[in-house]
C-alpha cells in the first residue's frame, strides 16, 4: 500500500548563480533571475510504501508523519526566503530542483530515526506551480 | 495501455478500534476517532491495464465500466454511514487503506479477462490518498 500526504509551504526565493556573469544568469533562469525574488505556494507530497497493520488498519502514523515532516520541512520553508534563511540555500541556488534534494535529505534522516525502514519513505514530489512538479526517488 | 476512470462517493467512517482505549484511539487516529463519525468526499480512480481491441480501438468498455463501479462501490457506499452499513467496515476499521482493500477485492473479479485491475487511488481529501494494487 502506498500513502501520499500533501504538505504546503509558500517562500520566495532568487534564482542566481553566482559562478556565472549576470548576463548568462539572465539568460537561464529568465525573471527567476529577478534581484529581488519572487515566491511560490508549494505543495510537496510525501509517499510513502510499507504493509496495512492488521489491528490499525493504518500504513503509517500519520499523525506522527505529520509532525516530522513539518518538523523538519514545512517549518523551515514556509514563509521564508529560501535564499537568506534556509542554511542548504548559503551557497546553492535555490532551484526547485536543489529545493527537493534538501527536502529529501532532511526527512530521509528523521525518516530512519522516526520510523526506521517499514514503512518506507519512498517518494518527494514538489509543484512549484501547477504546471512545474519535480520528482525526487529516496 | 492504463486508462483510469473517476467516480465519487459521499460517505462518513469513524476510525477507531473497539480493542482500544479511548486515549489510544486518539492518539492512533486524531478527529478521525470522534464516536458519532465525519464524512468525506471520496474520489476513486480506478486504472485497468489493457491493449486497445483493433476492432473497437477501445481497452475496456466505459459503459460497462461505468455499471461496475456504480454497482459494486458508488451505490454501497455513496451517502452511508461506512461503519454501520457497508460490510466489513462493521469489524474492519473503514480507514482510507482498508477503504482501498475493500473496493480492490469488489472490483478485482470483474477484471480476470485479458483487461486487469491495475490500481485503485483513493482520495479521502485532496491532501491525502492511497494506491493499492493487490499486494499483500
Known amino acids: 500500500m502506498k500513502l501520499t500526504r500533501r504538505y504546503r509551504f509558500s517562500a520566495s526565493h532568487r534564482l ?6 549576470d548576463a548568462d544568469n539572465i539568460r537561464i533562469y529568465g525573471k527567476c533571475n529577478n534581484p529581488f ?15 496495512v497493520d492488521g489491528v490499525t488498519g493504518l500504513v503509517v502514523d500519520m499523525r506522527s508523519m505529520d509532525d516530522l515532516v513539518r518538523c523538519e ?26 529545493l527537493a534534494v534538501a527536502a529529501g535529505r532532511r526527512l530521509r534522516n528523521a525518516w530512519k530515526e522516526r520510523f526506521g525502514d517499514v514503512p518506507a519513505l519512498e517518494k518527494i514530489r514538489i509543484h512549484e506551480t501547477r504546471r512545474n512538479i519535480f520528482e525526487l526517488l529516496l | 495501455m492504463l486508462i483510469t476512470r473517476q467516480v465519487e462517493f459521499s460517505a462518513s467512517h469513524v476510525c477507531r478500534n473497539p480493542a482500544f482505549t479511548d486515549e489510544q484511539n486518539h492518539a492512533l487516529y486524531g478527529a478521525a476517532a470522534n464516536p458519532k463519525g465525519h464524512g468525506h ?12 481491441d483493433p476492432v473497437t480501438g477501445m481497452v475496456f468498455d466505459l459503459k460497462e465500466l461505468k455499471e461496475v463501479l456504480n454497482r459494486e462501490v458508488v451505490e454501497p457506499m455513496d451517502h452511508r454511514f461506512l461503519n454501520f452499513e457497508v460490510k466489513p467496515f462493521d469489524r474492519v476499521v473503514p480507514t482510507p487503506e482498508n477503504v482501498a482493500i475493500e473496493i480492490w477485492r469488489r472490483l478485482h473479479p470483474h477484471f480476470s479477462g485479458p483487461v486487469r485491475l491495475r490500481n485503485v ?4 481529501t485532496a491532501d491525502l490518498y492511497v494506491d493499492y494494487s493487490g499486494e499483500e
Open chain 1, 16 to 21: 542566481h548563480a553566482p559562478a556565472l556573469p
Open chain 1, 73 to 98: 520541512v514545512v517549518d523551515a520553508f514556509d514563509h521564508k526566503n529560501l535564499n537568506t534563511d534556509v542554511p542548504e540555500f548559503g551557497r546553492t541556488v535555490p532551484t526547485s530542483e536543489n
Open chain 2, 41 to 52: 468526499n471520496f474520489i476513486l480512480e480506478v486504472t485497468l491495464d489493457g491493449s486497445p
Open chain 1, 37 to 51: 525574488g519572487h515566491g511560490h505556494d508549494y505543495v510537496m507530497e510525501v509517499v510513502v510504501r510499507g504493509p
Open chain 2, 121 to 124: 487511488r483513493l482520495f479521502e
